[in-house]
């Protein structure tokens, strides 16, 4: 993750300007779907910061606590009203709908009714009658704010027991055995919502419960309501809890859920949403807090993408659906405890990643189809079938891990932490990208319950410091780097070199044209040809092999020869030194060593060696990214030794830049410092900075040319490109 976030850091450092969506409230983002509430508790309604973040965001609240029976109303005659009054007066003074939670629930009720003054049990029509009195009196007192109630809440089984009787199987109870079913049976569901309807005929009444998507629990609830309605009972809408996690439930399963209860209800709530990141889910009072401490990237990964999954569910079901409530305005505030990471702001009441991605979600991928043309990555493994990629650039994946808890491909649609798997019945994980992919090569990388490895699918490529897995996605301009039946091809070879500067053999890739070692000429007068070098830097976290595997550097070399394009020349590739840099120090890297690599013991080794042409004005240097920084200082406190100079995604250079290089050669004989200078991005990459220098560079009396690599960002296929457009300028 932190080799990630430098490549990243240096793409930023480099070039990238940041693409903002419009600053707007969840509840703006969702008004053509569904309300967005939200629990509070006292504090939040009267704690300015907090008042505000409720305001700009949600446009619905519940009462986490202060209107259960046990809060309002603690014993006989005894009303609280203080904590409830100020939300509803919070709401009031607001504008903002309040729901009703909870009329009657088994837990945080008012146990008192159950019993008289001497604590002998009541009959059930003393209970209905304190009931009755009870629901008046709270929702006569909100009526004028609260829009709906829950008012009967979790009386449905978790997990009935079947038994056998006189060896006869008898069905598990699917009610809660409360003290409420315990005294009235399932009459007093019918009864609460019968009590509320008298007291408000027009707020809308909600059975409410957790786990509903589980479909044993499900059914249950649906038979209930579905025979309360048959008897005539009120029930408008059914809330579902939402109390979920990062493994469930399963997209499948809420949709089920939903589609199953809207053949009853017209008004669906999700009323208690939180994600955990552990494997607990539900309204039980009893669970662990704060193991997940400190939250693991890879679960941020699981409950960005489960989020993002039960939204888009939601949305599908907004005609049903008309609120959605997450349990608690924050993480400080939860009911499960800091530790488990929940909700959409953080502890600081700052959003997280994820609110991004609930807030900024595209329409348009809702209710796309992916094109069925998937065919296997061109990079695949002899054999292999996975990973896909379609004409539309998805990519798809497929991985057997029958024991796994998740799965996370690395590659994703930008800032989403990947593309999370979903396991199939077979133990089979499979997952298709949310969105095209940029064309070209990207690296990724599997986390399988936390531990990274490569996708045994496809081939292995040096970057970020390590092999990682490689996928090819098809680009319109392809052709430029295939490789060719029909045409000669050069060679590129390893060679090793001594370098006495870093105690060490060092490596690097050497490209030859095809014409390389041919003798021209007839007879005597037969000779070998000599040729110009461009001497071409990887990027951090890459090396001397990434430039021929990823880059196709002498494919693409190969291809502009035979068309003619490129005066043919060598290209030498090698190890910048580059991968101990630490983050953080980017900014203060000086490229001294490698300049003392490159220059003192490479450049000489490849004249002695090979058939160059041994001058500065028959020798190029550049580099992509990291490789451009180092191209940038070494070209300019070396402009004897290099006459062409390409920065791809490499920053650039100014026309004071170029001025101290020719100060540098003032009384040569050749003060000229470069030929041609080139600069390169993708056109995801900010290419104004690009645009900018080269148009200065010009007017200063340079010769500078800009590239722009349209639809790419900080990827091969910008340099690839870069490549092909910056070769034919060389050695001119
Ligand atoms: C929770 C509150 O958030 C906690 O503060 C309290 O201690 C227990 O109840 N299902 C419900 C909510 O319907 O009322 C519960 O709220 C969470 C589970």
Redesign the pocket.
Known sequence: MKKLTVRLALATLLLIGSNNAGAQGLKDAYKDYFSIGV?VNKRNVTTDSQMALIKSEFNSVTA??DM?PVSVHPAEGVWNWGAADSIANYCRENGIKLRG??LCWHS?FSDWMFTDKKGRPVKKEVFYQRLREHIHTVVNRYKDIVYCWDVV??AIEDNPRPSFVDGKFVPGNPYRESRHWKLCGDEFIAKAFEFAHEADPNALLFY?D?NGCEPGKRDRIYNMVKKMQEQGVPIHGIGM?G?YNIYGPSEEDIDAAITKYSELVKHIHVT?LDIRTNTEMG?Q?RFSRGEAKPLAPYLQTLQDDQYNRIFRVFRKHRDVIDCVTF?NLSDRDS?LGVNNHPLPFDEQYKPKKVYNIIRDFNPALDNYTVKEDFRPNVMNQPGQEYPQVNSEGYARFRIVAPDAKSVIVSLGLGGRGGTVLRKDKDGVWTGTTEGPMDPGFHYYHLTIDGAVVNDPGTHNYFGSCRWESGIEIPAPDEDFYQCRMDIAHGTISEVLFPSPSTGDMQRAMVYLPPTYGKLTGKGVKAKQERFPVLYLQHGWGENETSWSKQGHAGLIMDNLIAEGKVKPFIIVMAYGLTNNVKFGTIGSFTAKEFETMLVEELVPFIDKNFLTKADKWNRAMAGLSMGGIETKLITLRRPEVFGYWGLLSGGTYMPEDIRSAEGRLQGKKDPKAAKVIFESCGSKEGPDRIRQSVDALKTAGYNAHGYISEGTAHEFLTWRRSLREMAPMLFK
Do not use: D, I, S, V
Request: aromatic content about 16%.
């Open positions: 629990a986490e606590n259960k939670h909870c945080q809440n979790e409410n957790y809890q109390h208690e309204g009072l349990w009911w």
